[in-house]
Structures are given as C-alpha cells and as structure tokens.
C-alpha cells in the first residue's frame, strides 16, 4: 500500500490562494484544511464547534499560514452569507470552496422515520452543501481558476434500505455538482465532488478499524482521513481547464 504522502508532492503549489473548508473541525475537514495549509493555502475553517474550529486554525498558524476559524451553520443562507464575507475580510480572497459539512444520518427506513430528523439530514448534506456554494459564487468568479469540491458518498449513488434520507441528500449532491459545473464553466470555476469511501474519524471509529473492511463492505479498507485530502490538494491544484462536473471517488467497490 502506498504510503500517505501529506501533501508534500504539492507542498507551496497553492500559496497566494485562500480556502474555506466546511466541517472542518475534525475528521476529514481538518485533514483537508491542514492539506491544503501545507500545500501553500491560507485557511477559513469553519463548522458549528467554536474549541474545534479553533484549534485547527492555530495548527495552521503554527505552520506559518493565515488562518481564522468561523463558527457557521450550514443550513442557514444568511450564516454562509456571513461567513464568505468574513473570510474576505479577514484573508483577502476566496480561490477554493471545499463543502465537506455533513452527517446527521436518519437510520430508519422511510416507514419508521422522524419526519423532522429526514429533513434536518437533507438540509445539512444538500441544503448546506447548496448554500456554501451559493454564498461563495460571487467571490470564485473574481478569482482566478476558482475551485468547488463537494464531499460526496457512495450512499448517494447506490441506495442503502435504511438510509434513505443521507442517501437521497448526498445524490442530490451529486446532482447539485453536475448542474453547478455546467453554469459556472465560463468564470472558469470547476466543480467536482469526491466520494471518500469508509474513513476512520471520530464519527466511525466505534465501528471501523484502520486498514481492515468495514462490516458492510469486504472489498474496501478503512482509510485515514489524510489520504481523502491528498485528494481534494490534487483537485485544488488543477490547472484552467482541468476536470469539472466529476466525481472522483475513493471507494474499492462500483458505484
């Protein structure tokens, strides 16, 4: 197996830009914001827990790279709103959007399901999702080569009895990257989503072993959290007129 580079094969690629990652207080945000730190990037980090948020910011200041932490909820327009242009303020531009703030599965088939615990999935993974995205247009398009990365799921392109409501959300992701790619083309702003397969994180570490198949999947290896950022520094750093519309995914089975 091929060791976990981080981000050295990009180290400094990315210095002058400045990117915002969402739900990156821990797992694969702060890995990503850290990534993309190393290679070159000022930082916004941001997710709902102040203590989180604010120690991953410090860890970037720490090696020597602009960093604030912003408190947002994602399923709120105005707080996206607000964070963007915090992240103006503060960091001068925005060059890459990494909306990886998500979670809050529904396990229940739709029979059994809470109503109000459906939506509230749906409006974190989709709605939070589109309301980065739509808060951070304006701000891409004065950028040079601006970047959309969507966390994505294998639940969102094959459906899972049981969770339907994170399945349902994280297509409508998917979809949400194709159709955004194709009307944001011409800014020149690319938008492509990742499925990062079984990640070992603080949310799955009751069930997952590192290295080792999850229960549900024998063909797929439980990965760190850094191998899924290498990732998102690989398609942050793609040149003008690189993949847009895509889903790269990390996953050891088809979707």
Known sequence: MRPYRNG???EMELSGRVALVTGG????????????????ADVAVAARTEAEVAAVAEELRGAGRRSLAI???VTRYDACVAMVEQTLTELGRLDILVANAGGG????????????????TVALNLSGAYNCARA??????AADNGKIIMMGSGMGHVPLPGNSAYSAAKAGVWMLTRCL?????????????IIP??????????????????PFAPSERVKPPEEVAELVVWLATRPPGGPTGQSFSLARRPL
């Open 197 to 214: 397969g079984p990640v070992l994180t603080p949310l799955t570490e009751a069930i997952f072993k590192l290295n080792e198949p999850p």
């Open 71 to 73: 408190v947002c909820d």
């Open 105 to 120: 599965e529904e396990r229940a088939k739709v029979a059994d399901s809470d109503p109000e615990r459906w939506a509230g």
């Open 25 to 40: 207080g821990r797992g694969i945000g702060r890995a990503t914001a850290l990534a993309l730190g190393q290679a070159g």
């Open 181 to 193: 790619a194709q009307e944001v083309w011409e800014q020149g702003i690319d938008v492509n989503e």
């Open 8 to 10: 050295e094969e990009h």
């Open 136 to 141: 951070a247009l304006p701000a891409l398009t």
